[in-house]
Structure formats: structure tokens, C-alpha cells
């Protein structure tokens, strides 16, 4: 009987103990999961960036070919044939200083007849001056004879004068004559009433009438001695008209004359200009068969050697001024809206890590183009249309290879020391951006901020950060919300241990 109490109470504390592991294993399991579901959030690793001050640019980048000052390139001015190349590529050379003859000969005969030409009308001229001379001369001789006329025809002149005076004593007794015609015809009358009367005798009437004939024939005398006196006036009048006239038409003849050859002087002095100016072109023709050097600079290339022959317009040699150094550049009209004179360039060559220039733009056209492959700007209907610009180097590089690609990075504007913030940070998808800061509790929170000037990879903040503040690099996941907890995620080379 107590054997079997006793298997009753180990049985019954085995219960007992099972049902107490039993009760504290749910327990157990309850806490942990009310724990599980209430446990606090786990940070969120993030890269944190300080919020420093910096600077920040506006940049266009484009390539362009490097050139010297006042590059050109010489062609030639004829169809020739190159006798001599005077300089090597890379040579320094000066203004005026011979770089290629060449040889033409028909520039040469041209000049040679031309200069015959010259020599020709020089003596048709000289002997145009002598025959106005000449003229002169007759013109001279014709205006003394009628000074001399002049002077020496007072006699002419006082015959006349007296000529005059005897017609007019000769008029007078014409008057004389016709009064006394007058009286002896009434005395007429009048006797011949006395002798029909009987008064006188007939002897009286016939001597009176032979009175009256005598009157009347001394009326016809002295009327006729008046017309022989004037045709005599006439005469004299006359011949003095005529020599003045023939004196007059002398000077006249000689005046001609004289204009005539002062005409063909004139004439010929300006065929002999014209000649003149046209050996000028063609001795400067001749002078441009020497290629001299329009600027002080360096051989760049040379296109030719002794013997060549070449057509009109041929490249011949470049040349450039190595004290200055451009850039050439073929503008997208999108970009050429940005750029403005005097504007900073940074000028590099392309590839990584390559030694940057500085320059400024020095012009920009203003008619746009359609660029060849070669940078030219051309009518080429199947290019897009560009803006020609130029960018000056400050100082010569002295590196840079003419003819040679870089790349020109054009600051259209720039801010210095102002807050400035890679745009990976910056959030733009609600209506006004935003960055996500961690607070002094190491959450995230949304901080609202005001742009500025924008760069490629920058840009700058206006209001709503400060230096010293730490902007998160937003995760891609899990995302951020307010609140979140963040903790910096340590990067390879951190020291912080």
C-alpha cells in the first residue's frame, strides 16, 4: 500500500513539473513575440556629406582646333612654277622676308613690253608739250601784231578822222549849193514876171537861167563829191575792219591751236598714268611671284618643293604668329546663345588627366552657319547649322599643337564661396526640392531648400542650409521617410574605429 502511494505522488510531481515547463515555455514565447513586434526600428546605414561652402560654375564644353595668330596660308598668285624654297617648317621668320620664288615668264614679258609702252607715250607726251609750247608761242606772236596794229594805226585812224571832216565840209556846201540854187531859181521867178510884164528884157531872163544851170551843176558837184568822199570813209573803215579781223582771226587760229594741243597733252599725260598704274599692277604682279612674309611668326607648313609647278590659288606655305594662340571653335546655336565675349575658358587637351589652359572668348559671330567637317563654315544643307567663335589663349602654351583637337569648357557664369551640394542630394520630386539631414536625435528629416546656380554636377543652395550640417546621400532602398533612423555607414579608409 505505501508502495503504491508512493508511485502516485512521482507520478503526479512529473505532471505538475511538465505543466510548469509547459507554462513557461508559452510564456516565453509570448514575451519574445510581443518584444519582436515592438522592438525599435534598426538604423538605416547612409553616407552623410558636410554642407560646405564652395565654388560652383555654369559650364558648356566643346571641342576646337588650336591655330596660331593671324594664321594663314600663302597661295599662289599665278600659274607658275616654284624656282626656290627659302625657309624650312618651323623656321621664325620677319615682315618682308623672302619665302618662295617662283618663276613665270610671261609676267615677265608682259612687264618688259609694258615698260616699252611707257617710253613710247613718255615721248609722244614731251612732244605734245613742245607743240603747245609752240601754240604759245603763235599765240604770243598773233597778240603783238594786233598790239602793234593797234599802236601803229593812228595814221589810219587820222585819216579817217579827216576823211570824215572833208565829207563834212563837203555836206556843207551841198547846203551851200542848194541855198544858192534856191535863190537864183525865185530870182528866176521873179524876172521872168518883170520881162512878161515888160518890166526888164529878155537878156535878164537868159542870164539868170544860165545862173540857175551854173547852181544846179554846182549842187551835182559837190552832191557827187560827197558820195566819192563816202566811199572813200567806206574804204578806209573797211580796210581797218578787215586787218583787225584778220589779226583777230590770227589769235583766234592761235587760241585754237593752242587748246588743241594742250587737250592732246592732257590726253596723253593720263594713257601714260593709266600706263603707268597698269605696270604698277603688273611690276606688283611680278613682285608677288617673291612670297614674302606679311607677319612676324613661324613656318607651319610648307606644301611645295623646288620645281613644282603650281596652279593659280595653290597652297604654297602657312604661317602664324606663335606670341598668340586661338582656338576655333564651330558653336551648337544653343549654346553659341550662352556665350558672350570675354567670358573665362579653360582650355585642355583631350584626355584624362591633361594640363589645362586658360583664355577668354574673344568673338562670336552673329550669322550662323552649316559646318564642314573640317569646321568651315559652308552652305551644306545636310549639316546642323553652327556659330563660328574664337577663343584666345592669356598666355601662348607653347605645347599645343596647331591643327590639333582640344577641349574648351566655357564658364558662363560662376559663384564663389557659396553653399554647394552635389545634385545626387538634392530630392526634386515634390513640388519643392529638398534634402534629407539626420538631427541631433539621428533621425532623417526633410529639409526644404531654395536652388541656385546649377552646375553639371553641383548645385548651389540658396536658403535652407548651412556649413556644418550633414546632408544624407538618399539610399535607393529601403527609401527614407521623417523620422527614420540613420546611422553614417563607415567607407573604406574611414579611421574611425
Do not use: C
Request: glycine share 8%; hydrophobic share 35%; net charge neutral.
Amino acid at each position: 500500500m505505501k508502495h503504491k502511494e508512493k508511485n502516485s505522488f512521482k507520478t503526479g510531481l512529473k505532471w505538475l513539473m511538465w505543466s510548469g515547463v509547459l507554462t513557461l515555455g508559452i510564456g516565453g514565447s509570448l514575451f519574445a513575440y510581443g518584444w519582436y513586434q515592438n522592438r525599435p526600428p534598426a538604423p538605416i546605414g547612409v553616407s552623410l556629406i558636410p554642407v560646405k561652402l564652395g565654388d560652383i560654375e555654369d559650364t558648356i564644353n566643346e571641342s576646337g582646333t588650336i591655330e596660331l595668330g593671324d594664321q594663314q596660308t600663302l597661295k599662289s598668285p599665278a600659274e607658275a612654277t616654284v624656282d626656290q624654297v627659302l625657309v624650312k617648317i618651323g623656321q621664325n621668320v620677319t615682315v618682308g622676308q623672302n619665302l618662295i620664288t617662283l618663276r613665270n615668264k610671261e609676267s615677265k614679258i608682259t612687264l618688259i613690253q609694258q615698260e616699252l609702252e611707257i617710253q613710247k607715250q613718255k615721248l609722244t607726251l614731251e612732244s605734245s608739250r613742245q607743240k603747245v609750247v609752240e601754240a604759245q608761242e603763235k599765240l604770243r606772236t598773233a597778240q603783238g601784231k594786233i598790239e602793234d596794229y593797234k599802236s601803229g594805226q593812228n595814221d589810219e585812224l587820222l585819216a579817217i578822222q579827216i576823211q570824215e571832216l572833208t565829207l563834212a565840209n563837203h555836206r556843207q556846201k551841198v547846203v551851200e549849193a542848194q541855198d544858192l540854187l534856191a535863190v537864183a531859181e525865185r530870182k528866176l521867178t521873179d524876172d521872168q514876171a518883170l520881162f512878161e510884164r515888160g518890166y526888164i528884157p529878155g537878156n535878164d531872163v537868159q542870164s539868170q537861167e544860165k545862173e540857175v544851170r551854173s547852181a544846179k551843176v554846182s549842187l551835182r558837184d559837190a552832191q557827187f563829191q560827197i558820195n566819192n568822199d563816202l566811199l572813200d570813209l567806206k574804204s578806209k573803215q573797211s580796210k581797218l575792219r578787215d586787218k583787225e579781223k584778220e589779226l583777230q582771226d590770227q589769235v583766234k587760229t592761235a587760241e585754237s591751236g593752242l587748246r588743241e594741243a594742250q587737250l592732246t597733252v592732257s590726253t596723253n599725260s593720263r594713257d601714260l598714268q593709266k600706263s603707268q598704274l597698269d605696270y604698277q599692277e603688273k611690276q606688283q604682279q611680278f613682285k608677288n611671284d617673291i612670297l614674302t612674309a606679311s607677319i612676324d611668326g613661324k613656318v607651319l607648313d610648307i606644301t611645295v618643293k623646288n620645281g613644282d609647278g603650281v596652279a593659280l590659288g595653290k597652297d604654297l606655305l602657312t604661317l602664324g604668329d606663335p606670341t598668340q594662340e586661338l582656338v576655333k571653335l564651330q558653336l551648337s546655336t544653343l549654346n553659341a546663345a550662352k556665350v558672350k565675349p570675354n567670358q573665362s575658358v579653360r582650355i585642355s587637351i583631350m584626355g584624362p588627366n591633361s594640363k589645362q589652359f586658360s583664355g577668354r572668348v574673344e568673338s562670336l559671330f552673329i550669322l550662323a552657319g552649316r559646318g564642314d567637317s573640317s569646321g568651315n563654315n559652308q552652305s551644306n544643307q545636310g549639316a546642323q547649322a553652327t556659330v563660328p567663335a574664337i577663343v584666345k589663349l592669356d598666355n601662348p602654351s607653347g605645347t599645343l599643337i596647331p591643327g590639333s583637337q582640344v577641349n574648351v569648357e566655357i564658364i558662363l557664369q560662376q559663384r564663389q564661396k557659396v553653399v554647394v551640394l552635389n545634385t545626387e542630394v538634392v530630392v526634386r520630386e515634390e513640388s519643392q526640392p529638398f534634402v534629407w539631414i539626420r538631427d541631433s536625435q539621428g533621425k532623417a528629416q526633410k529639409r526644404p531648400v531654395t536652388l541656385g546656380l546649377e552646375g553639371s554636377t553641383q548645385v548651389e543652395i540658396t536658403s535652407g542650409l548651412r556649413p556644418g550640417d550633414s546632408a544624407v546621400i538618399p539610399p535607393s532602398e529601403p527609401s527614407l521617410k521623417p523620422g527614420t533612423p540613420i546611422q553614417e555607414e563607415k567607407t573604406e579608409g574611414d579611421d574611425r574605429k
